[in-house]
C-alpha cells in the first residue's frame, strides 16, 4: 500500500490500457491538464454517478485543455458495456493488477457493515501540464464532484 501522492510532487508515470485496449501513459498528456479519478466498479450507483457528471461537462474540461481518465480494476471489456450504456464521453483505463491504483495510494483498507477489506477508494488527481500534482481528493463524495474539480482546474489554470 504505497502512500497518496501530494501537491506539489512529480505525479507518477502510468501505461495501462484503456477501454480499447491501447496503452495510455501520462506522457501521452504532456502540456495538458489531467483529472485522474479512481473509483471502485463499473456501473454502480456512485461510481455512474461520477462517470455521468465527468462526462456532461467533458466539453469544459476540453476547453481548459484537460484530459479525464477514470481509472477501476474492471476490464476493458467492462468498460466498453459501461461507457456504451450510460453514452460517456471519457477515458477508462483498467487496472486489474492494481499497479496504477496503488502507484496513487488509491487501495485502501475499507469498511463496510463491519468488514474490513482492501479496495479501492474513491480519489481524484488533478495533474499539471508539466506532470506536477496541483490538488488532490483523497475521499470524494460523487455529489457535486466533477463540478469541484472543474472549478478548481478554472482556478488553476488562471493563474
Known amino acids: 500500500?504505497?502512500?497518496?501522492?501530494?501537491?506539489?510532487?512529480?505525479?507518477?508515470?502510468?501505461?495501462?490500457?484503456?477501454?480499447?485496449d491501447n496503452p495510455i501513459t501520462l506522457s501521452d498528456f504532456s502540456g495538458k491538464w489531467v483529472v485522474l479519478y479512481f473509483y471502485p466498479k463499473d456501473d454502480t450507483p456512485g461510481c455512474t454517478t461520477?462517470?455521468?457528471?465527468?462526462?456532461?461537462?467533458?466539453?469544459?474540461?476540453?476547453?481548459?485543455?484537460?484530459?479525464?481518465?477514470g481509472v477501476s480494476p474492471d476490464s476493458g471489456k467492462s468498460h466498453c458495456k459501461f461507457i456504451s450504456k450510460h453514452n460517456l464521453s471519457i477515458l477508462l483505463l483498467s487496472d486489474p493488477e492494481h499497479i496504477l491504483i496503488e502507484a496513487y495510494g488509491a487501495w485502501r483498507l475499507k469498511k463496510f457493515m463491519g468488514k474490513e477489506y482492501m479496495g479501492v477508494a474513491r480519489s481524484t488527481f488533478l495533474i499539471s501540464p508539466d506532470r506536477i500534482i496541483a490538488y488532490t481528493w483523497p475521499n470524494v463524495k460523487t455529489k457535486g464532484h466533477a463540478q469541484a474539480v472543474l472549478t478548481k482546474l478554472r482556478e488553476l489554470a488562471a493563474t
Not at 497518496?4 to 502510468?14: C, K, L, R, V, Y
Open 1 to 20: 500500500m504505497s502512500s497518496i501522492p501530494q501537491i506539489g510532487q512529480p505525479a507518477p508515470d502510468f501505461s495501462t490500457p484503456d477501454q480499447n
Open 50 to 69: 461520477e462517470a455521468k457528471d465527468f462526462s456532461e461537462l467533458y466539453e469544459e474540461f476540453s476547453a481548459l485543455e484537460a484530459k479525464i481518465l
